[in-house]
């Protein structure tokens, strides 16, 4: 497509819960990344993916948090058992090649806004 | 690990004047570093990079910045601001250890435009 889209926009959902969020990258890029962006913590860099790949899942905040990409394009984002501090802005953002170092210029999607009540 | 501090949490320009955008790093090597914009309900728009070379890089909508190494710095400027600048800029840098790794950003500054 024509840039990274992100769904839902919003989403909001009762504390325990589990909530998938959907990055969609843009066309031939291989190099797929997952940020948070939260009041307290400010940008965090998640998760990345090389392909269908994810070769270091330490940035993930905790267990509850698991991240798939599926035919080297879309990316699921799942939490499970939310809770409120799982509450911020999550943005997808994508490259053409993933290259070493963040050489790359990666393009953002617009983010999916996670509420935890 | 690699760090990046943005010292201005708010910044308040007449419309019309300059602008300059503090951003510090902290890594070993030379790093990759980048501007980001993201204004209201928009996701971050990369304003300009430095990888190497020339230190002062020319980006979109009129910005620039200037990589100090003796001073770990790369401040983004601009010489007259437009009300639509008003927005929240990052400095991020980019340092893999050998593979692709995600962008280390600052907490970002608010810019706010008076008329």
């Known amino acids: 497509g024509a840039g990274v889209s992100q769904s839902p926009s919003n989403k909001v959902t009762e504390k325990g819960k589990d909530v998938e969020l959907r990055c969609d990258p843009i066309s031939g890029h291989t190099a797929l990344y997952w940020y948070r962006q939260s009041l307290g913590q400010g940008l965090e860099f998640l998760i990345y993916f090389q392909g269908n790949s994810a070769p270091d899942k330490s940035g993930l905040p905790s267990d509850r948090f698991s991240a798939e990409r599926t035919g080297g394009s879309v990316s699921t984002l799942t939490i499970q058992r939310t809770q409120q501090e799982d509450s911020a802005v999550y943005l997808c953002?994508?490259?053409?090649?993933?290259?070493?170092?963040?050489?790359?210029?990666?393009?953002f999607g617009p983010g999916t806004r996670l509420l935890v009540l | 690990a690699q760090s990046v501090t943005q010292p201005d949490i708010h910044i308040t320009v007449s419309e019309g004047a300059s602008l300059e955008l503090r951003c510090n790093y902290s890594?070993?090597?030379?790093?990759?570093l980048f501007w980001y914009v993201q204004s209201p309900g928009q996701g971050l728009q990369l304003l300009l990079k430095?990888?190497?070379?020339?230190?002062l890089v020319q980006g979109i909508k009129g910005f620039e910045a200037e990589f100090k190494r003796s001073q770990s710095s790369f401040n983004l400027r601009k010489p007259s601001v437009h009300w639509s600048d008003a927005a929240e800029y990052f400095c991020?840098?980019?340092?893999?250890?050998?593979?692709?790794?995600?962008?280390?950003f600052g907490k970002g500054t608010h810019l706010i435009i008076q008329p």
């Open positions: 991020a840098v980019g340092a893999g250890r050998g593979g692709a790794d995600g962008l280390t």
């Open positions: 890594y070993g090597a030379t790093p990759y």
């Open positions: 953002a994508s490259s053409l090649l993933g290259l070493a170092g963040g050489q790359e210029t990666q393009y």
């Open positions: 430095y990888f190497s070379g020339d230190t």
